[in-house]
């Protein structure tokens, strides 16, 4: 493993994560990373890696920063931060990653969570907490996620709040396509008008990005007929959150139109 971000203990079924701290120096600009394309969605921000085969995708890993909740008001909102695969072009996923939410009577609330769905109805029943007493996020803390298959059609989930060291992983048979990656910035909501229930936060820095074991700035002949699509979410016309070009292998999702700046530093 050239560049592996973290190693899985098989045996122990928990993963151990080695990842560079993101105070690490700049990464040298690269000139022979992955094509990128650029898409819309409805409720997505972020960058999706895309392939033709089958199987191709059984690991995705990404750091990054739970941001602020700056939303108020009278209706609840969400916004979510994740790594998974699948989703994209398909009704399958499987995910892990944080959560803002906001309500008036509460404020705003931050949370852990994970999803496993085989179709859009399935999906729109909700993310999956996961109980506070195993993983109590805050804002700032810094969060590592992944999800890989250990074995055809069984697959770990993991999330580990780096700031706090708390770390839970849940492993589980699922069948999935395998071909699309993802690291997005997305509101969750799936009734309603969504525009309207979008948390807006600070923005958010998704760092040292990795596919099956090698991070996604790595040189194109490893990731044979893949495809990077650099995702704008946009809802009844309106640009609701846009990513940043990539530095390295991290990149930042900002609220709005403007495409903001890429992180000034990235271990990758």
Not at 163 to 169: E, F, I, P
Request: one cysteine or more; a negative charge.
């Amino acid at each position: 493993m050239r560049n592996a971000l973290f190693a899985l203990c098989l045996a122990a079924a928990i993963l151990l994560p080695v990842v560079p701290s993101s105070t690490a120096s700049a990464a040298p600009a690269r000139t022979d990373q992955l094509p990128v394309k650029t898409d819309t969605n409805d409720h997505w921000a972020g960058y999706v890696a895309v392939s033709k085969k089958p199987g191709y995708f059984t690991e995705v890993v990404s750091l990054w920063h739970v941001p602020v909740g700056v939303k108020g008001g009278l209706l609840a909102a969400q916004a979510a931060d994740w790594v998974g695969i699948d989703g994209y072009g398909n009704d399958h996923i499987i995910q892990v990653g944080t959560e803002v939410t906001y309500n008036h009577t509460v404020g705003v609330q931050y949370s852990a969570w994970y999803e496993m769905a085989t179709s859009a109805a399935e999906s729109r029943k909700g993310l999956k907490p996961i109980p506070r007493k195993d993983m109590d996020v805050h804002p700032g803390d810094l969060i590592e996620g992944a999800v890989q298959e250990l074995e055809p059609n069984k697959w770990v989930l993991y999330i580990e709040d780096m700031t706090t060291k708390q770390q839970w992983h849940k492993e589980a048979p699922f069948t999935t396509p395998g071909m699309t990656a993802e690291a997005i910035h997305e509101n969750p909501n799936t009734g309603g008008i969504r525009v309207l229930e979008w948390e807006k936060t600070t923005n958010v820095e998704f760092i040292s990005l990795a596919l099956n074991h090698e991070p996604v700035n790595f040189v194109p002949g490893y990731f044979q007929g893949v495809t990077l699509y650099q995702v704008s979410m946009v809802d009844y016309g309106i640009h609701l959150a846009t990513p940043s070009k990539l530095t390295g292998a991290c990149f930042t999702v900002a609220d709005g139109g403007t495409e903001p700046a890429a992180p000034s530093s990235c271990p990758l």
